[in-house]
Each structure stands twice: as structure tokens, then as C-alpha cells.
């Protein structure tokens, strides 16, 4: 009863946002555009319908990956139909709805949460950057490219786009006291 409730509350929504999306669960039911879907879902869990009926691209992300939603369609596309599906938020009082107004933001709640994030050991790091711990995309031209070859390929890829000469300089790695970027000891 739940799941038909959830599922005509997201047929309602994609029907009024006019998208060409078209869903499928985990029992067979589904809910399709008027003409031909442009964007396929297909829910696995309940977990993953709750996500698609109160979305953020965070909670969709994670479904995805975690299984719940398997997705179907161009890119682009499904970045703009989950974008649609978001509800946008309201304003409070007739003031712009401001995040900054609901979440602490102080000296020392950004120590903490810098420090959350980025204080942790460098075999942390280790686990998914190269050995010079490039915190950036990395260039595979070949699908069996080492990661540190793959960063290089990146890092050669930026100087040249940075038209760099014989006797140019760029900054490429800070030192920063109490930061994960520390080197090591």
C-alpha cells in the first residue's frame, strides 16, 4: 500500500514536471512518461524509492552506488532530470531562503570540519592518490595505466595547456601546517 502511494506521488511529480522519465520497481510496476522515456529507472529497494520521492543529487548518488537505483540514458540528461526532480527550496517569511541562517558557522566550527576532513594519515591518502598525493583527476590513456602514470599524463597534460617555457614555475604542492598534506617524517 506504501509503495503504491510512493510510487502515484512520483508518477504525479514527473507528470507535472513534464520529464521523460520513465521508472520501473523492483515488483514490476512502473510509471512512464506520455511519450517515449528519455531516462530509465530502475528501483531495487524501497530505500531507492524513498530517494527518487524526496531527491538530492546526494541521496540519488548514493542509491546509485549503492544499488538501490540502476540508471538508464545520456548523461547530460540525467543530470537535468534529477536536478528537476529537486525540490527547490521555499522562502521563509519572504526573505531568500539562505542555508548559512540553519548551519553554525564559525571560526571554530570550520577548524573542525577542516580538520574532519583533510587531518587525517597520509596511508589514508595512499589508498586512492598517486605517491605525490595529487589531490586531482588523473589521465588513463590506457586502460591498464598505473595511477602515478596516469597523474603524470595529467600534470604534463595541464603544462602544456599552461603553454609553460623553459625557466616557468608553478606552485604544484603546498606545505600546510596541520593539514594531510604535511610531508612525511
Not at 583533510?118 to 591518502?125: A, G, I, Q
Amino acid at each position: 500500500m506504501m509503495e503504491t502511494r510512493l510510487l502515484n506521488r512520483l508518477e504525479q511529480r514527473v507528470r507535472e514536471l513534464g520529464l521523460p522519465l520513465g521508472v520501473t520497481l523492483w515488483n514490476g510496476s512502473s510509471v512512464m512518461p506520455r511519450g517515449e522515456p528519455r531516462v530509465k529507472v530502475t528501483v531495487r529497494t524501497p530505500k531507492g524509492l524513498a530517494a527518487l520521492i524526496n531527491p538530492s543529487m546526494g541521496k540519488l548518488a548514493r542509491h546509485y552506488v549503492e544499488q538501490d537505483l540502476d540508471l538508464e540514458g545520456d548523461a547530460r540528461e540525467l543530470l537535468r532530470i534529477g536536478e528537476a526532480l529537486i525540490p527547490v527550496p521555499v522562502p521563509l517569511h519572504g526573505k531568500r531562503f539562505r542555508l548559512g541562517k540553519w548551519t553554525p558557522h564559525s571560526r571554530q566550527f570550520d577548524r573542525k570540519a577542516i580538520s574532519h576532513h583533510y587531518d587525517v594519515s597520509d596511508d589514508f591518502f595512499s589508498l586512492w592518490l598517486d605517491r605525490h598525493r595529487v589531490y586531482s583527476c588523473a589521465y588513463f590513456r590506457h586502460s591498464d595505466d598505473a595511477l602515478d602514470l596516469a597523474q603524470e599524463q595529467k600534470l604534463d597534460h595541464i603544462c602544456r595547456k599552461l603553454r609553460l617555457q623553459p625557466g616557468d614555475r608553478i606552485l604544484h604542492r603546498a606545505t600546510v601546517a596541520g593539514s594531510a598534506h604535511r610531508p612525511k617524517r
